[in-house]
């Protein structure tokens, strides 16, 4: 959460709310109507957010925690309107009525779930103005200035509850050719708390969550190479195990714990998804792939990588094997020049991760390239593909950077539904998302 312009949010926060149980109980086993009212008012003020709420339920077992988004869709909106509510004033302290908001959704989100945000910001806070952009646009707009920009490109966003590879093209998702997994940051970090388990580190069972995902976010790596990093960690493991020193919350009391293979196992989960679950085993580049190759054909070679004199020998090529073969499913297939694969989210931030994507997605992308080279009895032979995944100090907060130039400049508040329209026309002028064809 934070204010348009600004580079970084003002405030980061985990979407998770603690309330008290000794309030809840008493609404609802209260007769008296006076008691059920003041149980009810003090259960609206006894909450906390994001990581308030992590220590309080931490700390006393009076508070129940509630997870209002689940694989980046909300479930549980009164939950959520209260997570609002202490965004605005406890954290942003300001008045609701005198700014205009920009929230994100996930792409795919159901129509419902964008009037339900408008009614909660319209009917609760009376904000004056809001617009809800979606996090993969928003990412791409991250890079790029409002000047000069079509918004077209691949968005990796891989976040703490899902995994999305979404194509955008001149700022509108291609929402047929999303792929997902439900394996993300929250996945790694159930892993590398499994794998502490397994080998016996010591760690208290209700801190052991939170000082793996502080390991994930300390230690972590992207490996090229499991065989030789497993090498490297038995040859010298004082050079590479890492120790964690934390501190049991209820007692005060220090503890340590080694950290060793998951440094590198933790990451892999996303590229071997088959070490941490049966369920799914698409690794990461086979979705990228998969995404880009299911676009459009008319919207695919906006989404590849090409330099002028590449495209110019590219088509000319393709065009000459059409003519040879007829064969306009060869020119689809081999046609693998990637542009713009954005990363997003703050589980894209291990070191050397994007590089490891790209090289992964360019083997993926060769190995079709010399099938279809073999098809032909290598006849025609092509040219080397150039793979270009996109890493950024920002990307971590690209989506809400993204927002915040968006929300920077004067058309954002023509495009922005008003108190006015919704009074007017109801919840439902908030299924429209015009922003993007007007300004870019």
């Known amino acids: 959460m ?21 309030y809840l109980n008493q609404t609802r086993a209260s007769s008296n109507m006076a008691n059920q009212y003041s149980a009810g008012v003090m259960a609206d003020l006894d909450f906390f957010i994001g990581d308030d709420a992590l220590l309080r339920s931490r700390a006393s077992n009076t508070y129940t925690l509630s997870h209002p988004i689940n694989h980046g869709q909300v479930e549980d909106w ?26 994100t959704e996930s792409p795919l989100t159901a129509p419902e779930n ?16 809001l617009y809800i952009g979606v996090n993969s646009v928003l990412a791409l707009a991250a890079g790029c200035s409002t000047s000069k920009c079509d918004l077209t490109g691949v968005v990796v966003d891989v976040g703490e509850g899902a995994t999305r590879v979404v194509p955008v093209a001149e700022g509108y998702v291609i929402g047929s050719c999303i792929k997902s997994i439900p394996i993300a940051g929250k996945d790694v970090t159930l892993f590398i708390q499994e794998l502490m388990r397994e080998r016996g580190e010591k760690m208290p069972p209700e801190d052991s969550f939170e000082a793996a995902r502080k390991v994930k976010e300390m230690y972590c790596y992207t490996s090229s190479d499991i065989v030789k990093e497993f090498t490297k960690h038995d040859k010298e493991p004082a050079k590479y195990i890492k120790q964690w020193r934390g501190i049991r919350l209820k007692t005060g009391a220090p503890y340590t714990c080694d ?15 088959e070490i941490y679950t049966s369920d799914y085993i698409t690794p990461l580049p086979a979705l990228v792939d998969k995404c880009i190759q299911s676009a459009p054909i008319d919207t695919r070679r906006a989404l590849y990588k090409v330099k002028y004199a590449l495209a110019q020998i590219a088509k000319s090529w393709f065009f000459a094997l059409y003519n040879s073969f007829g064969i ?4 689809c297939l081999l046609f693998q020049l990637f542009q713009n694969i954005v990363l997003s989210g703050g589980s894209t931030m291990f070191k050397d991760f994007h590089r490891r994507l790209q090289r ?81």
């Not at 964008?114 to 103005?129: A, D, H, L, Q, S």
């Not at 440094?263 to 071997?272: A, D, I, N, Q, T």
């Not at 992308?365 to 290598?378: E, F, P, S, W, Y």
Request: with cysteine.
């Open 2 to 22: 934070g204010f348009a312009g600004n580079v970084e949010p003002c405030f980061i926060q985990p979407t998770v709310v603690a309330l008290n149980d000794s």
């Open 78 to 103: 009164d939950a959520m309107e209260r997570y609002w509510q202490h965004c605005i004033f406890a954290y942003l302290r300001c008045d609701p009525e005198d700014h205009y908001f920009l929230l």
């Open 114 to 129: 964008r009037e339900y945000m408008g009614e909660i910001m319209f009917e609760t806070f009376n904000v004056p103005g």
């Open 259 to 273: 950290v060793g293979y998951e440094r590198f196992l933790g990451p892999e989960v996303l590229f071997s998804p």
């Open 328 to 331: 306009s499913s060869t020119l």
């Open 360 to 440: 992964d997605v360019k083997k993926i992308v060769d190995a079709r390239v010399q099938a279809a080279t073999a098809l032909h009895g290598g006849d025609i032979k092509a040219k080397p593909v150039e793979v270009n995944v996109v890493s950024h100090p920002i990307q971590r907060f690209a989506v809400w950077f993204g927002g915040s130039v968006l929300a920077s400049t004067p058309e954002f508040f023509a495009a922005c539904h008003t108190k006015a329209e919704y009074e007017e026309h109801g919840a439902s002028i908030c299924r429209v998302n015009p922003v993007f064809k007007g300004m870019f």
